[in-house]
């Protein structure tokens, strides 16, 4: 009980106790406060203007009020330059006076400020600026020096050159002695570089020149190191000629000299002065210079190293036309060095700048080198850089990633593997410096357009962008995501639709369904309408389009219905009015009924925009359904936000036809038939493309067809020329036959003269032997035995029994000696005379006229011959007689 009751009593005396303390502790904090008096002196007239109150403040007031006042300075030149040069820079000159290093870096600071946005007109108040400029160049604190030095070299590109020569030129002769301190030499050095470009060569040559060599003479190291580096502004501004006799052994004196950080400054500015240089300088002064400072950095200096590493990709493109093969190999090999330094030491910062610097050269060693050279040279340096074990080099290789592939062309395969490694980095700072021209990438990857999905390499480059898209996603780096999203809009123009809708498609619609921030939604919508424009395929559009409708504009959710409107107002940029009404309007419009104000809210929002594709007479019933969807909202809206957005709603939608130009309405018009140009030719293009695929399958079906029908005519032809020399035998049989009935008609009638007729009858059964299917084998044959029948109506009548007794007896001789390979071969030429039956028709017909009419002619001519005396013709029938009953007996 007693326990109890002791918890409950001192329970709130400890509460008692933190209050006291608390109460103790804010007591010095209420004591540090400002009094009365201090509250007083900071109090300001409020009847005072601008001008007045900084005039009082740099006057009378404390450090943080001038200091106020200061910072305040360019606002102040804004509103009234006049005044404010006449009253307070003159006040802020004698704060400057006795001011410590915060007021006066926050004077310099405005000083600039108002020399580098031309608030002022130069002409009339730079002088005053100036002179307060030089006046604490030389502060005693460096930070503040080299603050003010910062404005004077700002303020020098708006001075006049009299001004210039006059309060700034004349000083520098003076201040570039020994005598001074090192701070202004330093400075002089500096405002020698600066006012070089303002004047003419001749007095950059006679003036500056002398003064720079000077200064390269210095006793100090940084003296001469940052001369060093002026002198390109200064050979710049005095030309080629005098740069080559005045400063140019200057620069090579320099780089031989004993101080490291003097010879890189020298060997850097010499590579920015590439071009200036003739080629004989090159060849004799600068390649060996080059050439001693690469084997000066193999002893490990990591400052020059990382000095060369940088100038690296200049130095070897400014030398390429005057480097032997050897040179050009020790550099190239020298730059593999590079690439892999510091790899196996412990100096991890000065090698990691060392390999970013060789990234960043990549693309000018890639020329250098040639593509052509860039497997057998380059690849394994730039394959270890893609897959170094520092972030910072993966990423300067992913940004000049894009150079390296527009460089290499048609090889640009050679580097698929490393681009899969930085797509599937672990690092979101590699994927960042990747997205930056990702499109410009793929577009040289995916150069070959469709024909890469018989490519190996497709797949593997299509899960990488997902497993980037996914990794991306997963973070909390939106910007990234919408970076992304936005670079893969471009795979619409580069893959196949189909592959695109398997793959993209559902990843893209899955964002825009699910992912909370709005950035990323939007453009996501973006890039899903890009798919959607795009694709090719009548029914993959129609499949998108449904599940738009069915996730988005009647999903469960109203986020999603949110998002169907941003995707119109996106679709409304993409497609054709046309497009448009028919498959976004409808949809859009009966979001009215719906139950969640906001969704209402958009849609009132949106509805100017419906509105403006909407074009009479041809949309007259769509513009009635929009009518009634706004009637709807003014008669029955209860919600009082979107009751106001639809009023303003009809007042722009009142206005909308008459406020827009006729100009603009015009050009939107020809922008939206060119759409719905685009939308009917890819749809066309695909059918072509479909039309194209059949005609290339129909005519491979073809080819092949005739390719085995080739083969088999040819092993037929064989068999056809011997079916079609027994037949010509055969018909040599009839011939034969006829021939006999001849000779005995002849006997009987020893008289009279053989007719046309007859000679007639024997070429026609002649001619009617060769049959349908004969080969040139056979035609040959023919040809032949004709050739030999009808010679005799070349020769002379006294020797032309003895000519058709020879030639009549060889050709019965032969016609009896291939009748036995007749009677073999006739069962074989059944079989294959019938296969190429069709194709043979047509030109042995054609052949059989031509031989027709050739023995007509031939026994016309014979005919002639035969009857110029009546004693010959009875000689031949009487020889034709003996013949045909030699050939009869010996056939019997």
Known sequence: MFSGRNSLLYGPMEELQELQELAFIERPIRRSLKTAEEIDQLTVDEDLNDIERAVYLLSVGQEVQRLSVISNLPSLVRQNPAETFRRVVPKVREVLNTSGAEIQLSAAASFLTILQDDIILIHTHTYSILKTVLLHLNHRDTVVSNAWLETLLSAINALPKETIKQEVLNPLLYQSQLSHSLQTRLATCRIIGKVASKFDPHIVKKELVPLARSLCQDVEIEVRVSMCRQLESIARATGVDDTRTELFPDLVELARDEESSVRLAAFDTIINLMEMIDSDDRVHVVVPLVMSVCEASSQGDETVLASLSFQFGKLCSGLAGSLSDEQKGRLLQRFKVLCVAGLQTEDINESKLIRCNCCYNLPAMVVFADSTHFLSELYPS????????????????????????????????????????????????????????????????????????????LPELLSALLFAEQKVGCSLRWRLHEKLLQRYSCLARLLPGELLHQSFSPQIFIILTTNKVLPVQKEAARTFCTFLRYNRKLEQRQEMMERLIQDLAQGRSYWNRLRF????????????????????????????????????????????????????????QLLQQLDFCVQKLLCREKDKDVVATIRKTVLELDKLDLSEPFQRRQERDVLDQKKEKEEILLLEMKQLERQQNEGKLIHEKQTERKRRESKTSLSATKSVSVSSSGAALSSGKEMRKAKLSRSRSLSSQSTSKPTNTERSVKVQDLSSSSGPGKSSVLQSKDDSLRTAHFTLSTQSTSSMPVLIRSNTTSLLDRASALDHRTSTLDQRDQRTSTLDHRDHRTSTLDQRDHRTSTLDQRSKTMDRGCGVKDSQSRKLSINRKSNSFSVQSGRD
Do not use: W
């Open 382 to 457: 730039f394959s270890a850089l893609c897959c170094d074990p520092e972030v910072s080099v993966r990423q300067s290789a992913a940004a000049s990633f894009h150079q390296v592939v527009n460089l290499l062309g048609s090889n640009v395969q050679v580097i698929h593997k490393e681009l899969l490694v930085l797509l599937q980095d672990d690092a979101l700072e590699v994927l960042d410096a990747l997205m930056n021209h990702l499109e410009e990438t793929l577009e040289a990857v995916l150069s070959r357009g469709e024909n890469l999905t018989l490519d190996n390499t």
């Open 565 to 620: 409107l941003d995707v119109c107002e996106t679709a409304t940029e993409f497609f054709s009015r046309k497009y448009f009404n028919k498959h976004f309007l409808i949809p859009a419009l009966e979001l009215v009924h719906d139950p969640v104000a906001n969704v209402r809210y958009k849609l009132c929002q949106l509805l100017p925009r419906l509105r403006s594709s909407l074009r009479l007479p041809a949309d007259k």
